[in-house]
T-cell receptor, first 112, second 118 residues
């Protein structure tokens, strides 16, 4: 019930393409769903986050789509660039300040 | 831009030894966290700390682990007797949950300390 399942494990996209990463959760008590970006040797950094009262949030090239009934959310990276190559983690928490439950991570490689 | 800092960046220790990992959270943040990431795996929650006490801990955070905020700036994770399976990257994070920032939920992560237990 505490798990967040993420797919795919790895993703290769051509420059300019759309990268899509999916996550699913079981616990309906989760109230906050962030996506983190991690470069090798660095800590995770918040990319974009959403709450379940909205179905979509867009910030620049990054969009979260949220389907509350299906308990799924996804990250779309439009016009993917080689600089986007990193590991992406979805996460969820039950309340403000609560622990983050992370997905397994997706290693994204954007080919020039 | 304020950031979470961690020292050392890499710690090598012998099995059974005590290690202390240090973190300086972002000034004025109120919640502090430790997470770990075993190589190639997901980031796992260890413990959260608020108002000078543990607010939540995971099953991983057993009696071998302890946290402390010894002064107004540092936040430490101590592992009393390290095991081989403690080898991982340890991340400290902090957040401002008072809502003063637009991203009040955001947990800001430090660069991590790579712990290698031999």
């Amino acid at each position: 019930q505490q798990q967040v399942k993420q797919s795919p494990q790895s993703l290769i996209v051509q420059k300019g393409g759309i990268s899509i990463i999916n996550c699913a959760y079981e616990n309906t008590a989760f109230d906050y769903f962030p996506w983190y970006q991690q470069f090798p040797g660095k800590g995770p950094a918040l990319l974009i986050a959403i709450r379940p009262d909205v179905s979509e949030k867009k910030e620049g090239r990054f969009t979260i789509s949220f389907n509350k009934s299906a308990k799924q959310f996804s990250l779309h990276i439009m016009d993917s660039q080689p600089g986007d190559s990193a590991t992406y983690f979805c996460a969820a928490s039950k309340y403000q300040g609560g622990k983050l439950i992370f997905g397994q991570g997706t290693e994204l490689s954007v080919k020039p | 831009e304020p950031e979470v800092t961690q020292t050392p960046s890499h710690q090598v220790t012998q099995m059974g030894q005590e290690v202390i990992l240090r973190c300086v959270p972002i000034s004025n943040h109120l919640y502090f966290y430790w997470y770990r990431q075993i190589l190639g795996q997901k980031v796992e929650f260890l413990v959260s700390f608020y108002n000078n006490e543990i607010s939540e801990k995971s099953e991983i955070f057993d009696d071998q682990f302890s946290v402390e905020r010894p002064d107004g700036s540092n936040f430490t994770l101590k592992i009393r007797s390290t095991k081989l399976e403690d080898s991982a990257m340890y991340f400290c994070a902090s957040s401002d949950v008072q809502g003063r920032l637009a991203s009040g939920d955001e947990q800001f992560f430090g660069p991590g300390t790579r712990l290698t237990v031999l």
